[in-house]
């Protein structure tokens, strides 16, 4: 089964477009297919990709806008091992022209149809607002991975984000789920990091992973030399905690087939 995630906040800066492009390639050097599809106009998890920006022909933009299908538009990342499926300032313009189309909201749902059954992981690298795009990577996902710092508003934008995602479950797509709460930027000698990580817990119990990034160099270096991190230095700490993730959402994906918690839904 395919599994798509989007990986939204409406704050920039939070760390979105690493925990794309690391994941998505933690995912393929375990020897999934997967699919990236960059949703933001900034075009970042493009150029991590090692996929120039600027000369990609069909974007994702086309392919919102019925000019394209996904497999028109996907390009490779070759040092990331993933599909990617690009966006550059194209996609900037996007958000008015869709509002006079039928499906705004569904559209990078429908295009996905016909494709999803080539990759086992999809994952949507939103961008920082809760716009038509975002609506459109929420429709298309099954569930949200939600990266955050442990700063003093963070709390503060999460009743923001939940809302969009419960009006978007009432409406629009009604099996929309949290995946998890991704704790990034992480520094344990900080005080007020530690009081906020614990209220996410005391808050969200489990969604919470396990797994915390680091601040961690690499992890913002990686992005000018073309590749994820996860690949151009393997060893470093970010790049432990990106593959320490995969592993964690693969198990939990192994713990729920057949688990307690769909046995349960199903009586
Ligand atoms: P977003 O997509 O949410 O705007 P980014 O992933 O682009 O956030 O991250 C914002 C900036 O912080 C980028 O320059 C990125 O390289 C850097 N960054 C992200 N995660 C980390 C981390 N764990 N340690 C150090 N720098 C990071
Ligand atoms: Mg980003």
């Not at 939070?14 to 375990?30: C, D, P, Y």
């Not at 008015?96 to 149809?113: C, Q, W």
């Not at 209220?199 to 992890?219: A, C, I, W």
């Not at 939990?252 to 046995?263: L, S």
Request: charged share 20%; proline share 4%.
């Amino acid at each position: 089964m395919t599994r798509i995630f989007a990986v939204t906040n409406q704050k920039g800066g939070v760390g979105k477009t690493t925990t794309s492009v690391n994941l998505a390639a933690a995912f393929a050097r375990a020897g999934l297919r997967v699919l990236l599809i960059d949703l933001d106009p900034q075009g970042n998890a493009t150029m991590g990709s090692g996929v120039e920006k600027r000369s990609a022909h069909r974007t994702v933009y086309h392919v919102l806008l019925g000019l394209a299908d996904v497999a028109g538009a996907r390009a490779r990342s070759q040092s990331g091992g993933y599909d990617l499926l690009p966006a550059n300032r194209d996609l900037a313009g996007a958000e008015i022209e869709l509002v006079g189309l039928d499906n705004r909201e569904g559209r990078l749902r429908e295009a996905l149809a016909g494709v999803a059954s080539e990759y086992d992981f999809i994952i949507i690298d939103c961008p920082p607002s809760l716009s038509l795009l975002t609506i459109n990577g929420l429709v298309a996902a099954q569930a949200v991975l939600i990266p955050m710092q442990c700063e003093y508003y963070a709390l503060e934008g999460l009743s923001d984000l939940v809302g969009t995602i419960k009006r978007v479950r009432a409406h629009l797509n009604p099996s929309l789920d949290i995946a998890g709460l991704l704790r990034t930027m992480y520094d344990p000698r900080n005080t007020l990091s530690q009081q906020v990580s614990q209220q996410l817990e005391s808050h969200f119990g489990d969604k919470v992973y396990q797994t915390m990034v680091p601040r961690n160099v690499r992890l913002a270096e990686a992005p000018s030399y073309g590749a994820p991190a996860v690949v151009w230095d393997d060893t470093s700490k970010g790049a432990q905690a990106y593959l320490a993730l995969a592993e964690e959402i693969l198990a939990r994906d192994r713990n729920d087939i057949g688990g307690g918690v769909r046995t349960m839904e199903a009586t």
